[in-house]
């Protein structure tokens, strides 16, 4: 049910509008960053079209039931008209659409759509690309289609234009914590310390919140410890695979700079590392810290577009860690 999801409002609101208004577009495309729900939400908006209980004639909330034979099965993933098609090893192959379109353009056996989830789009080679193409152009009546892309840019044109376009966002810590509280009963601390880990990417907090043992305050980023210029690639290296660690590393440069302006602890991110803080701020002025903060800012931007991830962060830690 979509009430399960955590976040992503206004995308359920669309979602729940095109079912009522039975508005069903053949193409979707969810794009946003890596484990930030889509798939999970894709799953909700399959269930909500194939629910035998929860259709916009028996349910005005236009959303599935969770409890009837259709609901249950795509749970399961053993639901004859819902597939979630992914790529296999590093590309999504030609083979993989050929099959789609040999299946999809059966009628459905149980449901009133044939749903096809592709995740990953952004990695279909080209000969697959092309081949897909032409289910979009002329699509069967009773499918629908949902791509999954964390890169957007990297789609051929053709494919872009010819979906819905849902975009996908970080949710805002505050909504992200208050959500972990009430829904999943996580306490206080560990909904902050997941807030923060998961940099509002709802997939990588579930993952948290499934630990018992959460520290996100006992490490302090090695970047702010003057590491050798040797150091950048590994440094680069591990922010890379944890993108999230730069928000962490904000987090201190904030605290960082409080410290240095005098601010009472209480606002402080990490008030039980107010010693290392302070430790650590004395080795810089504040316009460093400042500007530390504003390279920080600028390379998130750049990871948001189609750039080589490794080649920016290790420009980033070589402007930080240069005197």
Known sequence: MFNQVIGHQKNIELLQNILRTNKIAAAYLFAGPPNIGKE???????????????????????????????CRKIDDGNHPDVRIIRPEGAWMKIDQIRLLQRQISRRPLEGRYKVYILTDVERMNLPAANSFLKTLEEPPGASVLILLTSNYN??????????????????????LQNQLIEKLKVTETKAKQITLLSGGR????????????????STIPDILNRPQIIEIFKIAEELNNQPETLDILLTWLRDMLLVKQGCNI????????????TQLASGYSRIQIQDFMKTIMETKNLLQRNINSTLALEVMVLKMISP
């Open 40 to 70: 999970f939400v894709a799953i909700n908006f399959a269930k909500a079209l194939n629910c035998l209980e929860g259709s916009v004639r028996h349910f005005p909330y236009a959303d599935a039931c969770d409890k009837c034979l259709s």
């Open 154 to 175: 990297a789609l051929l044109p053709t494919i872009r234009s010819r979906c819905q376009l849902i975009r996908f966002f970080p949710i805002p810590k505050t909504v």
């Open 202 to 217: 709802v997939g990588k907090a579930l993952e948290l919140a499934k630990e018992e043992y959460i520290d996100a305050e």
């Open 266 to 277: 209480e606002f402080l991110t990490y008030p039980d590392k107010f010693n290392e803080l």
